[in-house]
């Protein structure tokens, strides 16, 4: 039924499309992530738990971009996907770095999960609230930066627990100061684009206050106006 409706169109049934599938994949996903890197099922002396779960982790980044193309594409946008969508974002970053504080926490402390998890759900509760008042807060191109960063910090971190250096032909990645560097820049990123996104919402939401207030204005003239006499 959906795959007749125009491109861009709301499908009005929330059923569990294409896109919707993926979504629902990446949040299957995170308690996969989870067991693979804390449970001993897999030997951490050759690096296959860590190799896993960064392909785990890489795999279930990339729905992120794809489910939300194929919405659009096919005209499937749902109201299931415009909850799942934000919602499986929001495990999958909290699940990896709470995951990354009990598996290598000289990398990731518990204060670095705070800020990052923190920026998330208060990003996520800026759009819940412009949502509420009529408008939208677009992903701005800071936030789609540190979505790459994020997926480079945390498959660093994962390595990093195996490997500091890591051999590829003639040349020696430095794994560990790899990590490091992206996990404060991430810290940073995240600050920073958690004041972007509130700037954003501030100036919207600020404009919607003015247009309240002169609606109220130009209603409270009409009525002090005085009567027509012919309407006497």
């Not at 980044?61 to 489910?67: A, N, Y």
């Not at 800020?115 to 412009?130: H, Y």
């Amino acid at each position: 039924m959906e795959d007749n409706l125009p491109k861009g169109a709301f499908a009005p049934v929330c059923v569990v499309n294409l896109p919707n599938s993926i979504t629902l994949s990446r949040i299957f996903s995170i308690p996969l992530l989870m067991w693979v890197l804390l449970s001993n099922y897999f030997p951490s002396t050759d690096g296959q738990k860590e190799l896993l779960a960064s392909a785990l982790f890489i795999a279930a980044s990339i729905t992120d971009g794809i489910d939300g193309y194929l919405a659009r594409k096919r005209g499937q946008i749902t109201t299931m996907g415009m909850l799942l969508d934000p919602l499986a974002d929001k495990l999958l970053i909290a699940a990896a770095f709470i995951t990354l504080v009990q598996l290598n926490p000289r990398l990731v402390p518990a204060w670095v999960a705070v800020v990052i998890i923190g920026r998330e759900f208060l990003v996520s509760g800026l759009r819940s609230i412009a949502a509420s008042e009529g408008f939208t807060i677009e992903a701005s191109d800071l936030g789609k930066f540190k979505m790459v960063v994020q997926i480079v910090s945390v498959v660093a971190v994962i390595l990093d627990h195996r490997w500091t250096e890591w051999p590829v032909g003639p040349y020696i990645f430095p794994v560990h100061w790899i990590a490091f560097l992206a996990i404060w820049f991430m810290v940073l990123l995240s600050l920073v684009s958690a004041v972007d996104y509130f700037i954003a919402f501030w100036s919207k939401i600020d404009r919607q206050v003015v247009k309240r207030r002169s609606f109220v204005l130009s209603r409270r003239r009409k009525s002090d106006a005085p009567v027509s006499p012919e309407r006497v």
